[in-house]
């Protein structure tokens, strides 16, 4: 017989297995009436039977009902609990067992022979242990036999999407599709209130939201109000606005619209059929204008023709454009000259700068003006300042025919209505051709100034020959060079501008538009057309000068118009393709190349004096580092001295404590008063040499912090700096650090006074590396140098060399060309000319250009490097 426990096993595994077939049988009767009833909930959560009258959602609910109740009654029908049998056929399909072992254990033999029965015993025994292998199985309803399209899935999500869609309202939406309302109509939807406030673009402040409950708001003066009603019953509502009311406009049936204009304060309100629904107390603050004014009274520039305007300005929500409006003080009528001031990015609230114009060449300099500062806001409203008088400076003319233009110019700024006696006073001068050293490029230009004011009665007339009168006193002031020069100054200015105004706006994040960059490429135009007049203008001046056309230099770029027309090329294609970061790296290069062909037509006594004071900087550098080596040594003899004191004084202490050790039995009062004053002495001692090294530390400090300045200052002049002096620095740090600690100073003050000395060295050997081979001055700067070492190394060949100075010598005692019989001395030392050293500037501004352009190997650019150190 098998276990107990055998039996409770199989026991517990049949009724599972009882379970599992209730439930394959019981599932399938369920679905139709639970797929049915799931198909009503979705039906009523997506709310379809709301739109049914109240007897068809009824009619709607009662079928549903029907078709879940036959459903559910056809599925009960087909129900039956499984037998044991059927339990006992389960286990074994689902533990895989073949023959029937558990029927083998109900099962009695028929004959009672002892043989057959130990073999009966033996299958049972067999039977009973594979009950330990019984699986019960997953139940298998077998729903997809007779779903095989899934239909379950689609209507499972289709309940869970109208679950999300119902929210909050499920509850209320199934009730209503269940309970017919057949006397009472439908609630309208609640009442909703949206109600805000945008005030003008010009502010920059965001919109303000108006609570439905009511309150008080503030908000600027033009702001637009903007009302969204919806839900509620009744008809249109009204916006009252103080005693205005403006009806609502229908969006639909439910909702409704209304705007308005805020410029003054009032009480807003919302009235419907009577009532009213919502209310506001309004604000409006008032736009004030701006203001500006002077920090201080415009006047002249410190330096220049240029004048100088300060002003400041202000806003509540910022200013938009500010300018200054000059006004002829004799002709108050006449149209003012403006002056557009830029101010920073965004309409700032307050800003404040100065201006500096320069109005020489205005026709009204030399007069009387009056100045006004016009600030203006985003809502177009005009702040003004108070007028400020003030002289234009002008231009001073020596040549008399410029004066004269310049009066009859002045004059006609006073009465344009005066043109016979500036026609009178042109033919005067016109007709005197010897002051004008009969050009006839003046000639013609007081002719056509002249007809201009007798046959053009536009009063623009007087203006443009206005125009022709300061060019031509230009002409004969300065000459064709100079106002070129000039003109191109002004179109380097005028494409500067408009470049930095591109940039503002791609660093604001907007765009060029199509005329702001025809307008830019115009200016490059300019900037290239007065490049050229003015190479020729420059040329000419040349060949008058010298008698020679200015020479052509194939490495020599700058006056090589391929390389202008290339630069200007890159700029254009730079502003068309809106890099304008580029554009402004292009016009500098452009810029340094104009300054390097200006620096090169500069004059070699310029060149010498700037020279001559670099020579005399770099000595005095020299002197004060003699001078640091003078009170470093005063230092270390005090030093010297203070520790010959400090030796001698412990020589006598150590004999005097030796001679009382030797006869202890000779001590007296007289000795003991002796040892105790040297007690005292000592403390004295002490306590001076303390008091003397503190005050050495402060000295030993202030000679460190000069010995830092002329590092720098001797850095800044030849762009090194002796390694010696380094050192020297860190030795005085340490000596002062002993000084301060009251310990010997003496060996850092000794290796500072010698590096000190060898800096000076180098230095002086840089100084004739860099200024000693121009002008034939660098060996005179060398012995300058040795003879400032202080140690009298070089003064014999000095003293030598100064024997041999003379007229018509250098200070190394070798002739010069302006010396007598200076070509037939049969010297070998030849001074460059005016040609060789202007190729050699040439190639240091070649050198100078070719290392700014960092796309060149490193290599290279270190190479070039060491070239403009060396030369």
């Excluded at 304060?265 to 009577?274: N, P, Y």
């Excluded at 007069?367 to 001073?396: C, F």
């Excluded at 006193?473 to 060079?481: I, V």
């Excluded at 007296?668 to 105790?676: A, D, G, V, Y």
Aim: no cysteine; proline share 7%.
């Amino acid at each position: 017989m098998p276990p107990g426990g055998t039996f409770e096993t199989l026991a517990r595994r049949r009724a599972l297995a009882r379970l599992a077939l209730f439930w394959e049988r019981l599932w399938p009767a369920l679905w139709p009436a639970l797929g049915t009833a799931a198909a009503f909930l979705t039906v009523a959560l997506l709310g379809l039977p709301l739109l049914l009258p109240g007897w068809a959602r009824g009619l709607f609910g009662l079928l549903f009902l029907g078709a879940v109740a036959y459903a559910a009654w056809r599925g009960a029908r087909r129900l039956a609990l499984p037998t044991p049998d059927a339990a006992d056929r389960r286990l074994e399909q689902a533990s895989g067992l073949p023959h029937r072992p558990l029927a083998a254990l109900a099962d009695r033999p028929a004959a009672s022979d002892p043989m057959a029965l130990a073999v009966w015993e033996v299958h049972r025994a067999r039977a009973a242990a594979s009950i330990r292998r019984l699986r019960v199985g997953i139940p298998r309803p077998g729903l997809a036999r007779r779903d095989p399209i899934a239909l379950r899935a689609a209507l499972g999500l289709s309940l869970l999407a109208a679950l999300v869609v119902a929210g909050p309202e499920a509850p209320e939406r199934l009730r209503r599709a269940v309970i017919p309302a057949f006397a009472a109509p439908l609630p309208p939807p609640a009442l909703r209130i949206e109600a805000w406030i945008t005030p003008p673009a010009y502010t920059g402040a965001a919109p303000a939201f108006l609570d439905p409950a009511g309150g008080a708001v503030s908000v600027p003066q033009g702001s637009r109000l903007q009302v969204s009603l919806s839900g509620g019953t009744g008809g249109v509502p009204d916006l009252l606005l103080g005693a205005a009311a403006t009806p609502f406009r229908a969006l639909d049936a439910r909702s409704f619209g209304a705007e308005a204009l805020l410029d003054r304060g009032a009480r807003l309100a919302i009235r419907r059929d009577g009532a009213e629904v919502a209310a506001w107390t309004l604000s409006v603050q008032a736009d004030q204008p701006p203001v500006a004014a002077y920090t201080d009274a415009p006047g002249r520039a410190p330096r220049g023709l240029a004048i100088r305007i300060p002003w400041r300005v202000e806003d509540d929500w910022g200013v938009a454009s500010l300018v200054a409006e000059i006004r002829l003080k004799a002709r108050p009528d006449a149209p003012p000259h403006v002056i557009e001031i830029g101010l920073p990015a965004g309409q700032p609230r307050q800003a404040r700068g100065v201006v500096g114009p320069d109005l020489s060449a205005h026709p009204w300099a030399g007069l009387e003006v009056e100045v006004t500062l016009l600030a203006r806001d985003g809502a177009e409203q005009e702040g003004r300042s108070e007028a400020a008088a003030l002289t234009l400076p002008e231009r001073s003319f020596t040549h008399p025919v410029a004066q004269a233009l310049i009066a009859l110019r002045k004059a006609l700024s006073l009465d344009p209505s005066a043109r016979a006696e500036a026609r009178r006073e042109l033919d005067r001068l016109a007709n005197a051709p010897d002051a004008f050293e009969h050009d006839a490029t003046t000639y013609l230009a007081l002719r056509s100034a002249r007809h201009r004011l007798t046959r053009d009665r536009r009063p623009e007339a007087v203006t443009e020959a206005q125009e022709i009168m300061w060019e031509t006193a230009l002409a004969l002031e300065e000459g064709r060079a100079e106002r070129t020069a000039r003109a191109l100054a002004q179109a380097r200015e005028a494409l500067r501008e408009a470049l930095e105004q591109a940039n503002r706006e791609q660093q604001e994040g907007r765009q060029q538009t199509e005329a702001q960059r025809s307008e830019t490429e115009r200016r490059i135009q300019e900037l290239r057309d007065a490049i050229r007049r003015h190479l020729e203008a420059l040329a000419e001046r040349l060949q008058r000068e010298n008698a020679e056309a200015m020479p052509f230099d194939p490495q020599n770029r700058l006056m090589d118009r391929r390389e202008l027309d290339r630069r200007t090329d890159r700029m254009r294609e730079a502003n068309r393709q809106d890099r304008t970061q580029d554009a402004q790296r292009e016009l500098a290069e452009l810029e340094e190349m104009l300054r390097a062909l200006e620096e090169g037509r500069t004059a070699r006594n310029e060149e010498q004096d700037r020279q001559r004071q670099r020579r005399e900087r770099g000595q005095q550098q020299m002197g004060v580092v003699q001078d640091m080596v003078r009170r470093q040594t005063e230092m270390l003899d005090s030093g010297h001295r203070r520790a010959e004191a400090e030796t001698q004084r412990r020589d006598a202490e150590r004999r005097s404590q030796q001679q009382l050790n030797r006869f202890p039995w000779t001590q007296s009062p007289q000795l003991q008063n002796q040892q105790q004053q040297l007690q005292q002495q000592r403390e004295g001692a002490e306590a001076q040499a303390r008091e003397q090294a503190g005050r050495e530390a402060r000295t030993q400090r202030a000679l460190r912090r000069a010995l830092g300045e002329v590092m720098q200052q001797f850095g800044d002049l030849t762009g090194e700096v002796p390694p010696q002096l380094g050192r020297a620095d860190q030795a005085m740090r340490e000596a002062q650090d002993a000084l301060s600690e009251s310990r010997d100073a003496r060996e850092a003050q000794q290796r500072a006074i010698r590096e000190l000395q060898e800096g000076s060295r180098q230095m002086a050997q840089q100084m004739q590396r860099q200024f000693g081979q121009q002008q034939g001055e660098g060996e005179e700067e060398g012995d300058e140098a040795g003879e400032m070492m202080g140690e009298g190394e070089g003064q014999g060949e000095g003293q030598d060399q100064a024997q041999d100075q003379g007229p018509g010598r250098d200070p190394l005692g070798r002739r010069t060309r302006e010396a007598p019989g200076a070509q037939d001395a049969g010297s070998d030392t030849r001074v460059p000319d005016e040609a060789e050293l202007l190729r050699t500037r040439r190639l240091q501004e070649e050198l100078r250009k070719r290392g700014a352009e960092r796309g060149r190997p490193q290599e290279e650019l270190d190479y070039i490097d060491r070239l403009l150190r060396r030369f």
